[in-house]
């Protein structure tokens, strides 16, 4: 008999608000309701501005929303998420530190002797492809490099869920497919829950199970959420090629593109009012 796992993630009506210098209260999301399954990868999409990064954020325990519920593996969440491990799309390296040592620093913060810590840090540099550059600082290092580093740096300390906001966003095309496809070969070998953030649909068709859509802001809601069928294991420059992926990507743009304009207008009006 199979044993039913808990939702690794589960935000139910959730609503996250900002008191702002004014004292008028901007609603940033309302009433969102959306669960991650345990090994589920889960892309959300959707304007800039619309609070993609705020949901992160609830999930992460870093915001606490005004209303609704937050629960992390059936639990209710009341502070930090020790569960996660959160990829910001910043570089959070240290500079004054090595490659090895950012990513051994996860470990000996939690009290792990350093040698293991070292030792451990060193297999996931190789699990990255990043072997042979644990002597070198991040100044050192390309863009895409900085990125396998901060992946280790999360993985090492093997959170249950992980958490990803735009983590590949300022990398190019070429770079991105490739991190990406490295993503899908460590998710692939030791499945935890994913929330990941992107702009960019066609990397949220390739990389997820599912794709959640949000409404333009203020108080977006989560309007869409659409299975991915495509098979696995996936390669992300050939799941684009495929009929079904091009259905997908239609069918969610459909839906995407108005709230898209809506976001871009609300920007040009706040940019002209001020």
């Not at 570089?91 to 051994?104: E, Q, R």
């Amino acid at each position: 008999m199979d044993t039913v796992q808990p939702t690794a993630v589960a935000l139910d009506e959730a609503t996250v608000a900002f008191r702002l210098a004014d004292a008028r209260v901007y609603t940033a999301v309302e009433k969102a309701r959306l669960s991650v399954a345990h090994g589920e990868f889960v892309a959300i999409v959707g304007p800039t501005g619309c609070g993609k990064s705020t949901l992160l954020n609830v999930a992460a325990g870093l915001l606490k929303p005004a209303a609704g519920a937050v629960r992390i593996f059936d639990q209710p969440l009341t502070g930090l998420n020790r569960d996660a491990g959160y990829l910001f799309q910043a570089d959070a390296l240290f500079p004054w530190k090595t490659a090895i040592d950012n990513v051994a620093i996860g470990l000996e913060i939690k009290g792990a002797p350093r040698a293991m810590a070292l030792e451990r840090a060193q297999g996931w540099l190789t699990s990255v492809g990043l072997g042979a550059f644990g002597n070198r600082y991040p100044h050192m290092l390309s863009g895409g490099q900085r990125k396998r580093v901060g992946l280790a740096q999360v993985l090492i300390r093997d959170p249950k869920i992980l958490l990803m906001d735009e983590p590949f966003g300022p990398l190019d095309a070429q770079t991105r497919q490739i991190m990406g496809n490295l993503l899908l070969e460590l998710w692939t070998a030791d499945r935890k829950a994913v929330l990941f953030v992107t702009h960019d649909l066609e990397e949220a068709i390739a990389l997820a199970d599912r794709v959640v859509i949000m409404s333009a802001g203020p108080g977006a809601r989560i309007i869409g959420d659409w299975k991915v069928a495509l098979p696995r294991p996936r390669d992300i420059s050939e799941v684009r090629m495929e009929k079904q992926f091009h259905e997908l990507h239609r069918e969610i743009w459909s839906v995407l593109k108005d709230e898209v304009m809506k976001g871009y207008a609300q920007s040009s009006q706040a940019a002209e009012a001020s």
